[in-house]
DNA sequence: TTGACTTCCGAAACCGATTTTGTAAACTAA
DNA sequence: TTAGTTTACAAAATCGGTTTCGGAAGTCAA
């Protein structure tokens, strides 16, 4: 009645009805060459024996492991990115109806990422990949556009012709941030950015360039600075433009971690956040919320561009072109409590800082 | 060279070298009875063609997947669990070292999630299960005991005695808990708890019971309420805690997003936490050193207890009895900056936030 | 009645590995 | 020298599906 190994199998299912077990797979896979009446008895056994196939043996014929993957990069000891587990968490709950599953892989190194995905398509344990964060000139494209295997990126890189992708508008959202900025009254504005090699980064960089240029005001390369995408680079970040002698009024930080801890570190010299200092962050994290005061941020909704971008790679798998697969978002402004008109200038900031050093 | 679908087979191999397949696979499972010649030979050409077996057909064969499976439940449209994402994080990252992948699906109801598990067991597509958030009485368990499939627990049951797990203290932490807010000076404490099916808010509840009972302290019923484990079930647990005649001057949280939550709703009620109100939550979680104040936790480290999970469901897959792998871990009490000793008494509490409504 | 078409399904090939079985050649022992 | 063992590998079976091929039975037109 089961097979050897304990489940059901095709063959379990074809003994029990009387047919060859070609016939039971016609039935499963919907073929139209088989009668009313068979097509019921076999059905009914199926439901019967609680037979499911086999995904191993049916991938070994049909060359489709109906799984996704995704390598996520860990840096240390650190813990999760809570960006990618948003966005992990909205992947996985597009699959749950797409009938696919989701792969999940951590690499330490560059190189190790490469390796990792190597090893997924050579053992053929998926179908395609989801990359994120990517990098200006990015490896893991070139790789897999060389193995002509379907993947689809979160993120464009240098030259996004050639893929699938699906972004933010970074430049614009990050010239749209200056410009509150602006309209709030702040004139001296820092930026915390992220790695030069990560394309989000450098785009979001851009924007606050030229943002600034469109208010007319002269870039000062000692208000950017650049910090690991975590609340400690935050604190870090946050510390080096407080201690300028001009310190900025306003923080425009490239992810909501750097903001969350850049806002500690305003706390902790006895600032008040959305006062004497506006931060804003961008990711639209959940726990922004909660933070006090509750951090204005960007919203590109990590969880429901996870759902879109699964979608896309498995269209992709399935032979769309994946030049084709191109979208960009836009991310809007959550305004909580983080940002506002600057209480102080930037010397009674400075004054006010002096003091609690 | 490479076999029709793009990528190199055993069959490439063996007809490189001069040799049946059976001969190669024997070389690259470590038989002993190849003449070294031949190894060499073998072991050149797979270096050379660049092959990997095929995981699909290599478990077809032998029955075994190398990939380790996790349902989570996922509610309505809210974000991802931080401490399930920690998890994982922590098991993705053990995996990597010991050649197993990870396959990570969500479900949205209970039913769904032994649909899903039933699902992943008939299709093949895993070799164990990793459980997580144990209920008192947890339908997976009986239902993955029935099929006689592996499975490690992260959390007991009412009676964990038969299958694998792995578990903090609850109750021993939570005394410890009560009692150290009970030598701060607190002398109404407060309980945040989470859904009674849940064992360890359970054992978590009846280690705060116990708690005050050696403290000679009377248990009052309407000092515990139960909340959904999200921010807002913190905020709702705080507000109504904080509505009673005589409000706790102290709470304990089953969690930290419950923690950060009632963190959130004190200080909108013009409260200063640590000082009028102090709050302790538990998980370890990283956002908790930069919530303001950095939150009082207790640390079961997410990211570790992930990896020494998977170790063990390792274990398990392999014929170690379950029974026989059972671990209790401690959780340590990270004390920060949300708990100190009572500045008002309770009812001068109640005065404040009297004027604050 | 016969040849041409459908309809429906059995039989067998196939996917890519692992494992069992069998055997030629070399080696050992008597 | 001969029988018995090893050694080292080829050949074939197997895992559980999908897909191709082909043929029996029934239908239809001439």
Same mark, same amino acid.
């Given at each position: *009645?089961?097979?050897?190994?304990?489940?059901?199998?095709?063959?379990?299912?074809?003994?029990?009805?009387?047919?060859?077990?070609?016939?039971? !797979?016609?039935?499963?896979?919907?073929?139209?060459?088989?009668?009313?009446?068979?097509?019921?008895?076999?059905?009914?056994?199926?439901?019967? #024996?609680?037979?499911?196939?086999?995904?191993?043996?049916?991938?070994?014929? /049909?060359?489709?492991?109906?799984?996704?993957?995704?390598?996520?990069?860990?840096?240390?000891?650190?813990?999760?990115?809570?960006?990618? &587990?948003?966005?992990?968490? =909205? %992947?996985?709950?597009?699959?749950?109806?797409?009938?696919?599953?989701?792969?999940?892989?951590?690499?330490?190194?560059?190189?190790?990422?490469?390796?990792?995905?190597?090893?997924?398509?050579?053992?053929?344990?998926?179908?395609?990949? %989801?990359?994120?964060?990517?990098?200006?000139?990015?490896?893991?494209?070139?790789?897999?556009?060389? /193995?002509?295997?379907?993947?689809?990126?979160?993120?464009?890189?240098?030259?996004? /012709?050639?893929?699938?992708?699906?972004?933010?508008?970074?430049?614009?959202?990050?010239?749209?941030?200056?410009?509150?900025?602006?309209?709030?009254?702040?004139? /001296?504005?820092?930026?915390?950015?992220?790695?030069?090699?990560?394309?989000?980064?450098?785009?979001?960089?851009?924007?606050?360039?030229?943002?600034?240029?469109?208010?007319? %005001? %002269?870039?000062?390369? !000692?208000?950017?600075?650049?910090?690991?995408?975590?609340?400690?680079?935050?604190?870090? =970040?946050?510390? $080096?433009?407080?201690? #300028?002698?001009?310190?900025?009024?306003?923080?425009?930080?490239?992810?909501?971690?750097?903001?969350?801890?850049? *806002?500690?570190?305003?706390?902790?010299?006895?600032?008040?956040?959305?006062?004497?200092?506006?931060?804003?962050?961008?990711? =639209? @994290?959940?726990?922004?919320?909660?933070?006090?005061?509750?951090?204005?941020?960007?919203?590109? &909704?990590?969880?429901?561009?996870? =759902?879109?971008?699964?979608? *896309?790679?498995?269209?992709?798998?399935?032979?769309?072109?994946?030049?084709?697969? $191109?979208?960009?978002? $836009?991310?809007?402004?959550?305004?909580? !409590?983080?940002?506002?008109?600057?209480?102080?200038?930037?010397?009674?900031?400075?004054?006010? @800082?002096?003091?609690?050093?």
């Amino acid at each position: *009645m089961a097979g050897s190994r304990g489940s059901v199998t095709i063959e379990d299912v074809a003994r029990h009805v009387g047919v060859a077990k070609g016939t039971v !797979s016609r039935v499963l896979n919907n073929y139209t060459d088989i009668s009313a009446g068979t097509r019921e008895r076999i059905l009914a056994a199926v439901k019967e #024996l609680g037979y499911y196939p086999s995904s191993t043996a049916r991938s070994l014929k /049909r060359g489709r492991q109906d799984t996704l993957g995704i390598v996520v990069p860990v840096g240390g000891g650190r813990g999760a990115d809570p960006f990618l &587990s948003e966005f992990i968490d =909205g %992947i996985a709950r597009a699959l749950d109806e797409l009938d696919r599953d989701l792969l999940v892989t951590t690499a330490n190194s560059a190189q190790h990422v490469l390796e990792t995905h190597e090893r997924l398509i050579a053992r053929r344990k998926v179908d395609g990949f %989801i990359l994120t964060r990517t990098e200006v000139n990015d490896p893991r494209i070139d790789f897999l556009q060389l /193995r002509r295997f379907p993947f689809v990126a979160h993120g464009r890189t240098s030259d996004p /012709r050639s893929f699938a992708w699906l972004d933010v508008d970074n430049e614009a959202t990050f010239i749209n941030g200056v410009e509150h900025l602006v309209g709030l009254g702040h004139q /001296r504005i820092g930026f915390i950015g992220g790695p030069g090699d990560l394309n989000f980064a450098c785009q979001r960089r851009d924007g606050y360039r030229n943002g600034l240029q469109n208010a007319g %005001i %002269i870039l000062e390369p !000692s208000l950017e600075v650049e910090q690991a995408l975590t609340e400690e680079g935050g604190v870090e =970040g946050a510390r $080096q433009l407080l201690a #300028l002698e001009t310190p900025p009024t306003a923080l425009l930080c490239v992810t909501d971690a750097l903001a969350i801890g850049a *806002m500690r570190l305003c706390r902790d010299r006895g600032l008040r956040v959305g006062e004497d200092v506006t931060i804003i962050g961008y990711d =639209g @994290l959940p726990v922004g919320a909660y933070v006090e005061p509750p951090l204005t941020t960007f919203s590109q &909704s990590a969880q429901s561009a996870g =759902g879109k971008i699964a979608r *896309m790679l498995i269209d992709v798998i399935e032979g769309t072109d994946p030049a084709t697969r $191109q979208e960009l978002a $836009q991310a809007d402004l959550v305004r909580r !409590s983080s940002d506002g008109p600057p209480a102080k200038t930037p010397q009674e900031l400075a004054k006010a @800082l002096r003091k609690t050093v």
